[in-house]
């Protein structure tokens, strides 16, 4: 599972960096509960990918570090393309069930305006 769960987390930042918000039906589980946003759904993950698309047109994430072990997976990443000074940061852990992101938990230095 370890390789699969990386596997899928990269998916998961190319659909995010490519703008293909219609990917996330095929990464994420249908009941995915996102523990910092409060959400639990597909329709979630999509609103809030078009939310940041909207406010920082030229946002991309770059994976700096990632490790896993078995189901689980953390992910260091840096934002590019916010106003900031310095690249925002972000700290995201994700539990991957029957081939899919079930669960998110995660941090980040971004402001939003």
Not at 10 to 34: C, G, L, P, Q, W
Not at 46 to 53: F, I, Q, Y
Not at 58 to 65: F, H, K, P
């Amino acid at each position: 599972m370890t390789d699969d769960a990386k596997v899928l987390a990269h998916r998961m930042y190319e659909a995010f960096n490519t703008r293909d918000v219609a990917a996330a039906k095929t990464i994420f589980s249908a009941d995915f509960v996102s523990h910092p946003l409060g959400t639990v759904g597909i329709e979630s993950v999509m609103k809030a990918w078009a939310g940041m698309h909207a406010t920082f047109p030229g946002l991309r994430i770059l994976v700096e570090d990632m490790l896993s072990d078995g189901d689980g997976v953390a992910v260091r990443t840096t934002l590019h393309g916010t106003p900031a000074d310095k690249p925002p940061a972000m700290m995201e852990f994700f539990r991957v069930r029957d081939g899919r992101i079930a669960e998110l938990w995660g941090l980040s230095t971004l402001s939003r305006p």
